[in-house]
């Protein structure tokens, strides 16, 4: 594939973080299991296949640049639970902030930014799932990739639509859009 790049925090705060995580997973982490597939415990990318195995049309997006679209205020509408009971908690958390984004945005390589990024899109990941549950078509999210398919076939612009209203719902159509160059609708044999 493609390069990318790891903003991993110095070893001195990684068991700080990796603690802040755990408050952060217990919130958010078990939200979605099964839909949402990456870095939830006991689920893998297998998980994430599953659904889709036997199926015979398929749908796969990428969101672009999933963790920086990850802004400071929707990261902050997840985190600031942990201040809250601080006597400066307002001023902790923007200095939470301040030192956990890089360009305003969540960075792959903390350990944070996973559980807080799947957080952000569990909602909108929920609608998605439920609408393609009543059309008969499985739905799952790992990470940046979105998968749909189903033993009916159904169009790219439906799966596209589907997307951008979910994510419009939820106000966060500013924030997360599909690249272009990586959707895929196969069928039949050719879904590699």
Not at 86 to 108: H, P, V
Request: net charge positive; hydrophobic share 35%; proline share 3%.
């Amino acid at each position: 594939g493609k390069i990318r790049v790891l903003s991993e925090p110095h070893e001195s705060i990684l068991s700080i973080l990796k603690d802040l995580n755990q408050i952060f997973y217990s919130a958010y982490g078990e939200k979605n299991k099964g839909i949402q597939c990456a870095y939830k415990k006991g689920l893998n990318i297998v998980d994430n296949a599953r659904p889709h195995a036997n199926n015979k049309y398929l749908f796969k997006g990428d969101i672009s640049n999933f963790f920086p679209s990850c802004k400071r205020e929707l990261v902050k509408k997840y985190s600031s639970f942990i201040f809250e009971n601080s006597i400066k908690g307002g001023e902790l958390l923007e200095y939470f902030l301040d030192k956990m984004l890089i360009d305003d945005g969540l960075c792959l390589g903390n350990p944070i930014s996973a559980t807080l990024a799947n957080a952000i899109v569990a909602a909108p990941a929920r609608y998605i799932y439920n609408i393609c549950k009543k059309c008969g078509v499985a739905f799952t999210q790992y990470s940046d990739d979105i998968t749909l398919s189903s033993k009916r076939a159904f169009s790219k612009n439906w799966a596209i639509k589907l997307f951008y209203k979910a994510y419009e719902q939820y106000n966060l159509s500013s924030y997360f859009t599909l690249k272009p160059s990586k959707l895929i609708c196969r069928s039949g044999q050719d879904r590699s």
